[in-house]
């Protein structure tokens, strides 16, 4: 069996990230891989983006593209700008490729991967204007994973939405909330801290201080009051044990976070 099995050529996994939850969306996309390409293997990524936050999906990109295995293809879309102008973009890296949307969604982590080669996926002219995830990325996505070479997808292009992550000496910024209402940031742990003067701000304001406690475990924490731990992806994180840290601080996407 074995040996059977090794006859067939390879078919990279084909990874989705979206905002889309579990309505229909997802499935459908899914339906016409599968139609194109039906040996796909299909990894759901997220689906649990906040709407229409590219920067949090962006963020999830470049956090977890690393763990997959090379010559994967990332299928992200977080698209508000569905319908307009916008490119659609596939991006050949170093080590993976990339399809979705040019609004910055796919850029630091394209960046990080090592940037080769940048298509501007062909438009059929009966497409919806809601849904170039099912019309567009999904048959791309399902095209590189069938063996069409990456050039023809469409012609030679430059993303034009350039989105980066602020984050300078120790001021960084708030990339995502997990559902567990832990507050994750872009800024590095520093050794042998056991605390830290942590500050939120929002539109140049400041809207929290406080000198908060780390704790290299959730368990080693005492129950209901705000700590800091460093995260899968060795990145601080604000949390509360057995509790949601963002829903004590009502905090946001985007928020700058200064830590040090």
């Not at 080669?117 to 590189?144: N, Q």
């Not at 990456?150 to 559902?179: M, Q, S, W």
């Not at 809207?207 to 406690?213: N, S, V, W």
Request: glycine share 8%.
């Amino acid at each position: 069996m074995a040996s059977w099995i090794a006859k067939w050529p390879k078919v990279p996994a084909i990874v989705l990230l979206t905002d889309f939850g579990w309505d229909p969306y997802v499935g459908v996309m899914k339906g016409i891989i599968l139609s194109v390409c039906p040996r796909a293997q299909l990894i759901d990524l997220a689906h649990h983006v906040t709407p229409q936050n590219i920067r949090e999906g962006a963020w999830l990109l470049l956090a977890n593209y690393p763990y997959f295995p090379k010559d994967s293809i990332f299928l992200a879309i977080i698209d508000p700008g569905v319908g307009t102008r916008r490119k659609a973009l596939a991006i050949k890296t170093e080590v993976c490729y990339f399809i979705g949307p040019d609004n910055g969604l796919l850029y630091p982590a394209s960046v990080k991967a090592g940037i080769i080669k940048v298509i501007e996926l062909s438009v059929p002219k009966d497409v919806s204007f809601t849904f170039h995830g099912r019309d567009i990325f999904a048959p791309a996505a399902a095209k590189l994973a069938a063996g069409v070479p990456f050039h023809k997808l469409g012609k030679p292009g430059e993303p034009e939405i350039k989105l980066n992550f602020y984050l300078a000496e120790r001021c960084g910024e708030v990339v995502t909330i997990d559902r567990f209402g832990n507050v994750i940031t872009n800024v590095p742990p520093l050794l042998s801290r056991q605390s830290y003067m942590v500050k939120l701000m929002r539109g140049g304001k400041i809207y929290f201080t406080l000198k908060l406690p780390y704790y290299p475990a959730y368990a080693l924490a005492p129950a209901n009051i705000l700590f800091l731990i460093t995260g899968s992806n060795g990145t601080l994180e604000i949390s509360v044990k057995s509790g949601s840290a963002a829903s004590t601080l009502l905090v946001q996407v985007g928020d700058r976070a200064i830590i040090e």
